[in-house]
């Protein structure tokens, strides 16, 4: 006991706390009304029961760098109790560490209380991964077990000023994304972060300090210890940022592309799929940016989509019949990367779904191309069409077909059908080349 609080006052290294800077409007440049309503709120509510509450992590950094955040979450020196008794509508989540989940508005704001960071006592893998890091401190503490400089600032919103505890505010003004402590301790405690320091710098346009980069490559290795459920949390991150096409490349350059994820060898080792994943990837960045919604089933299908349709190949060469040859490489290939990406039912489902509809826009004559507009995933399904057109696997006028049939009138739809018959002499005639249901060849 005695001995564990000695350690804790004469803690020195690269945990220790260091002393706090606090910045000033003119420096920082974050509006209070750039903090929303309900971050704000709930700040001014602790600091009025004489606690103390900032906006911090993300939010803070994106605010500097000029990037609108993605929410906003509070830290405070107040215990999860005395959170929820201040605010109604709260709830207390989590076993291990405990948030409070506070409602305003529509708003759901997180707030954390300040964490201490572990010491020789915490609980590690052999690898030195830690895997529980539970108690509470002091707020320079908060500040010292964050992972990078630039993600431990604290913003107050009623005194407007920046709380930097590692000079995070200047590595943000000068472009460099810093560790906190010994990078390569730090990747030892918890590997997830060289993809976390990838994903930033993509993200922020900002380079990797030296002493941070120089041992991803050789630690990269230590990511297949860590589970590979929480590996797809930051997957979906990395590709759903908004600056996915960034993130590939920088992971390329960081010698990161290999054997790391397999969902990365996945898109980044398949030449021919190569230009239709980075056009997946380029339209999911700018839907992302606008705020549309973005589907993980639907870009899990694009990743995954020319591992398919070779497989789909290879089996019609041996003689199946295309559908249920289609079924069969769907089946095979999903059955083999769902484990590996830990990828969930659902979302295997919607795979599943925007790929089986994709022959069926072979098919314009007939009843066959209405039913095919009533399908629920219509939309998915045609959205994908248009990417393999644009990546040159099928000829762009079938996309141009689907788009103008979508939008026309009854006429005009009649127009646009193709006769049966002449659908049928078609089909005699390149039997064996490109029948419809079969993709283009891929040097097409
Ligand atoms: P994003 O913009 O994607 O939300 P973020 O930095 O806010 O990025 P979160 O996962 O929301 O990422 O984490 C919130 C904060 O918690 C971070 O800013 C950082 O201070 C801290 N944090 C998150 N992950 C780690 C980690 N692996 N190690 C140390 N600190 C972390
Ligand atoms: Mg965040």
């Known amino acids: 006991m005695i001995r564990k609080l000695l350690r804790r006052v004469f803690r020195r290294g690269p945990l220790a706390e260091h002393p706090v800077e606090t910045i000033a409007a003119n420096r920082h440049g974050i509006r209070r009304e750039q903090v929303s309503p309900g971050a704000r709120r709930v700040c001014e509510t602790l600091q009025k029961e ?34 929820r008794s201040l605010f109604r509508r709260s709830r207390i989540i989590g076993r291990r560490f405990q948030i409070v989940h506070v409602m305003q508005g529509a708003e759901t704001l997180e707030v954390s209380t300040f964490r201490a960071a572990h010491d020789e006592d915490t609980l590690k893998d052999e690898h030195g991964r830690v895997l529980r890091d539970n108690v509470w401190g002091s707020m320079g503490a908060d500040a010292a077990r964050r992972d990078f400089t630039i993600n431990a600032l604290y913003y107050d919103p009623v005194r407007e000023e920046v709380l930097d505890y590692h000079r995070g505010v200047e590595d943000l003004q000068k472009k460099t994304l810093r560790m906190i402590g010994d990078p390569r301790l730090r990747f030892r405690e918890d590997p997830v972060r060289m993809l976390r320091a990838v994903r930033l710098a993509a993200k922020l346009g900002l380079r990797l300090d030296p002493k941070v980069e120089a041992p ?3 630690m990269a290795k230590l990511i297949d210890n860590v ?126 779904e925007i790929w089986a509809l994709q022959p069926r ?84």
């Open 361 to 444: 826009f072979e098919k314009r004559s007939g009843r066959a191309p209405l039913r095919l507009l009533e399908q629920p995933r219509f939309r998915a399904a045609w959205d994908f069409l248009v990417l393999r057109a644009a990546s040159g696997e099928i000829d762009g006028e079938l996309s141009e077909w689907w788009r103008e049939f979508q939008e026309a009138g009854d006429d005009r739809r009649n127009e646009m059908l193709l006769p049966e018959a002449a659908k049928k002499r078609r089909r005699s005639r390149s039997r064996g080349r490109n029948t419809p249901g079969n993709p283009a060849p891929e040097s097409a």
């Open 50 to 83: 004489g606690y103390r509450a900032y906006v911090v992590g993300g939010a803070v950094r994106d605010l500097i760098a000029g990037i609108e955040p993605k929410d906003f979450d509070v830290a405070t020196d107040a215990t999860p109790d005395q959170v």
């Open 216 to 218: 991803i490559a050789e």
């Open 227 to 352: 589970p590979v459920a929480r590996l797809f949390d930051e997957m979906l991150k990395l590709l759903f940022s908004g600056y996915a096409v960034e993130c590939v490349k920088r992971l390329r350059q960081e010698g990161l592309h290999h054997g790391l994820l397999p969902l990365l060898d996945v898109i980044l080792e398949q030449p021919l799929g190569e230009k239709f994943v980075m056009l997946s990837l380029a339209s999911t960045d700018e839907r992302v940016r606008a705020g549309k919604a973005v589907s993980p089933g639907f870009l899990f299908a694009t990743l995954l989509w020319h591992e398919a349709l070779a497989n789909w190949a290879s089996r019609k060469k041996a003689g199946e019949l295309p559908m249920p040859a289609l079924h069969a490489a769907m089946d095979a290939v999903l059955d083999q990367q769902a484990e590996k990406l830990a990828i969930t039912r659902r979302i295997i489902g919607d795979i599943k």
